[in-house]
């Protein structure tokens, strides 16, 4: 059996290579470049955006010296003279934008070029191809032996396609974020003999916002522009100080300690912002990616509204502390506040107890909406006259009491005064509905004395004038009828 020579190795290893491989001539692209020096062009790239059409030419330079059987298949050409009788099929469209960067690459002098770009098989199907371009030694002189290698990464496109179209089209907001400069900033630290971040921070809470700042968007996704009323990711990304603001700084120490402690995944909720200044309630996992670890150069974060879910949780709170039609404080909260006090209590306090008279009356008479109007009348007046830091709870149909930690008998006398008054000016006012009357009590301590004595002094005090209420209306009446 002959031994085969080490060429006609060589050739076999080219013809049944597993990557498609072209040997081509590249020596007329190199004449053209030469003359383009000897006439002055020192840069290639504003040649080619004045002369575009020196691309195609240097396109039609190249000579194909022979593929192998892998070529074959990957385009599917039943024939090397198949496949180079329609080259111009194979090398079109998207091919110009790399195939310029192959110029721009010889020109500045370099033997090896690598990049991505699309070609066609024969029956018109895309490849997406790697593509490496090599010139040998032997050829540097001449450019007339150039090797020329395709990696088929169709399916690796795909799945990137795939892959980009999941994070473009999430039904949550999605970030991926560059947090490298924070790992270099924290390994910095550990470098001066810091041990434990949170009291560096309290020494030195600017750290926090320069963080902030280092943090780069390499991209976000369409909810994200919805979800902050952008019109563009290019206005998010100009405009996200107006996003991240405010509240963040405070959640943001809390992320840092966790990176700080080796925990690369976590979730917590906060507050961001529309670019319209609406505020966002978000839930925000960061998760740094598999592999990235030691850099953080790849953080994907995510932010799911959850503003409507706030909302319906401070209702629910409202109205298990709210009365709902006069929007006061109830029972509940008020029974809540007493148990607080007698916790930390304060001296003086003073309670005041307040009664709507004739609301039985008016409910028989006018009806239970003229009764609720009056009720609300009633909330009115004493909400306005009433400080900042008083308490004042609706406790029953047509009961309120109104708590003054720190007031004595004199500065509660001064809002029971403020109650008449207003009281007075209401009715001035709703002339036409049913008259508001108060009968009102008030106790005051200045020692140590349970609250619920002092609201039962209040209620006694409240009750005598609600008894002089009906005996002046009994007077009233009797006198009528004479």
Not at 28 to 44: C, T
Not at 58 to 64: A, E, H, K, L, P
Not at 193 to 213: A, E, I, T, W
Not at 229 to 239: P, V, Y
Request: aromatic residues 8%.
């Amino acid at each position: 059996m002959k031994t085969k020579t080490s060429s006609e190795r060589m050739q076999i290893m080219f013809e049944y290579a597993p990557i498609s491989l072209w040997e081509e001539d590249f020596s007329r692209i190199k004449i053209a470049f030469d003359n383009l020096r000897a006439q002055g062009v020192e840069s290639l790239a504003p040649y080619l955006d004045m002369h575009p059409e020196f691309l195609d030419e240097c396109m039609s330079r190249i000579i194909v010296r022979r593929v192998n059987q892998k070529t074959l298949e990957l385009f599917k050409a039943k024939t090397e003279a198949e496949l180079l009788a329609n080259l111009g099929d194979v090398f079109r469209d998207e091919m110009r934008a790399h195939f310029r960067d192959e110029l721009m690459a010889l020109w500045e002098g370099k033997t090896y070029w690598s990049g991505e770009g699309v070609n066609y098989a024969l029956d018109g199907t895309p490849i997406a191809i790697r593509l490496h371009l090599s010139i040998p030694p032997q050829g540097l002189q001449t450019w007339d032996a150039v090797l020329v290698t395709l990696e088929d990464i169709t399916q690796r496109k795909e799945a990137e396609r795939r892959f980009q179209a999941l994070f473009e089209h999430s039904p949550i907001s999605l970030w991926e974020e560059d947090w490298s400069a924070i790992k270099t900033a924290l390994d910095h630290l550990r470098s001066q003999g810091v041990k434990k971040l949170q009291p560096y921070l309290v020494r030195n809470p600017d750290f926090v916002s320069h963080c902030m700042g280092l943090i780069r968007v390499v991209n976000v996704n369409q909810k994200t522009v919805e979800l902050f009323k952008a019109g563009s990711k290019e206005e998010l990304m100009t405009n996200l100080d107006k996003v991240f603001r405010d509240e963040m700084s405070l959640h943001f120490v809390q992320e840092l300690e966790n990176l700080w402690n080796g925990v690369l995944v976590y979730q917590r909720e906060g507050v961001n912002y529309a670019l319209d200044g609406e505020a966002i309630q978000v839930h925000i996992e960061v998760r740094i990616m598999p592999g990235h670890e030691d850099t953080f150069d790849w953080v994907l974060v995510s932010l799911q509204d959850i503003t409507a879910r706030k909302k319906a949780e401070d209702y629910l709170r409202y109205l298990g502390s709210h009365d709902v039609l006069t929007g006061l404080y109830n029972r509940m909260y008020f029974e809540q506040t007493l148990r607080d006090w007698e916790q930390q209590p304060i001296y003086p306090t003073s309670l005041i107890a307040v009664d709507i008279n004739g609301l039985k009356v008016v409910n028989d008479t006018s009806g239970h909406q003229a009764g609720d109007d009056l009720i609300r009348r009633a909330a009115e007046v004493l909400s306005k006259a009433i400080d900042e830091n008083n308490i004042l709870a609706r406790i029953g149909g047509d009961e309120f009491v109104i708590l003054l930690p720190g007031y004595g008998e004199r500065k509660t006398a001064n809002i029971i005064e403020r109650i008449q008054k207003l009281m007075e000016l209401n009715n001035k006012y709703h002339d036409q509905s049913p008259t508001l009357s108060l009968s009102i009590g008030r106790a005051s301590t200045n020692s140590e004395r349970f609250l619920q004595k002092l609201i039962v002094q209040a209620d006694n005090m409240m009750y005598q004038e609600k008894g002089k209420y009906y005996r002046r209306r009994k007077e009233d009446l009797e006198g009528s009828l004479e």
